[in-house]
């Protein structure tokens, strides 16, 4: 059973920090690019990051690359984003979606994505 757990959410100030884990499980882990979207309320979903697991290669949506780091352990089957400098604007939920096919991951092709979890709330308090 393929599985994708998210973890590290919750209730934080603007200028705070958050990590939030995807522990993946269920499918051939380094064979798949790592992603993580967000969805605040009213709005669309909207891609943040992706890894390729196999390359360690990073991708980030403008709004967060100077603030968000992605990375992972192979050896736990899980991806992290440390989300620091938060801003009221990052309240959403966030969810991590795994793909086969890479570049539906690095242009963030939420539509393509193979798995997905079910997402961790993340607020951010002004």
């Known amino acids: 059973e393929v599985q994708l757990v998210e973890s590290g959410g919750g209730l934080v100030q603007a200028g705070g920090s958050l990590r939030l884990a995807c522990a993946a499980s269920?499918?051939?882990?380094?064979?798949?690019?790592i992603g993580w979207f967000r969805q605040a309320p009213g709005k669309e979903r909207e891609g943040v990051s992706c890894i390729i697991i196999s390359d360690g290669s990073k991708y980030y949506a403008d709004p967060v690359k100077d603030s968000f780091t992605i990375s992972r352990d192979s050896a736990k089957n899980t991806v992290y984003l440390q989300m620091n400098s938060l801003k009221p604007e990052d309240t959403a939920v966030y969810y991590c979606?795994?793909?086969?096919?890479?570049?539906?991951?690095?242009?963030?092709?939420?539509?393509?994505?193979?798995?997905w979890g079910k997402g961790t709330l993340v607020t951010v308090s002004s």
């Open positions: 269920g499918f051939a882990f380094d064979d798949y690019a």
């Open positions: 979606a795994a793909a086969e096919v890479v570049t539906t991951c690095t242009h963030f092709y939420s539509a393509g994505m193979d798995y």
